[in-house]
């Protein structure tokens, strides 16, 4: 059973940063590119960033976070990270943690396994 289970998530104030993480198990991590994508209430999951197989390998960020969010990953621990830097209010989402067995230009609908994600709340 794959799991991937989200992590980090809290209140934060604006400029502030945070550490999302997530575990997955359950599935050959190495084999899949893993995504960071959020959600606010109404609205569309959006693409916040994704990192190809391999560690330290090719990334993509969505214009509205790039510079200021970076994503990483273990594949020794079966680890995914977002480092998330000067949040700002409009950054408040729930978080979500996914992998897809395509690349890092994959959308939404291509991800495979989705976590039940993590809720990031930046104030003012």
């Known amino acids: 059973q794959v799991q991937l289970i989200e992590s980090g998530g809290g209140l934060v104030q604006a400029g502030g940063s945070l550490r999302l993480s997530c575990a997955a198990s359950?599935?050959?991590?190495?084999?899949?590119?893993m995504g960071w994508f959020r959600q606010v209430p109404g609205k569309e999951r959006e693409f916040v960033a994704a990192?190809?197989?391999?560690?330290?390998?090719?990334?993509a960020y969505s214009v509205s976070v790039k510079g200021r969010f970076t994503i990483s990953r273990d594949n020794a621990k079966n680890m995914v990270y977002l480092q998330m830097n000067s949040l700002k209010p409009e950054d408040t989402a729930l978080y979500y943690c996914?992998?897809?067995?395509?690349?890092?230009?994959?959308?939404?609908?291509?991800?495979?396994?989705w976590g039940r994600g993590t809720q990031v709340t930046v104030s003012s």
């Open positions: 996914a992998a897809n067995r395509g690349n890092i230009y994959a959308t939404s609908g291509e991800y495979d396994y």
């Open positions: 359950g599935l050959t991590f190495s084999v899949y590119a």
């Open positions: 990192i190809s197989r391999v560690s330290g390998g090719s990334t």
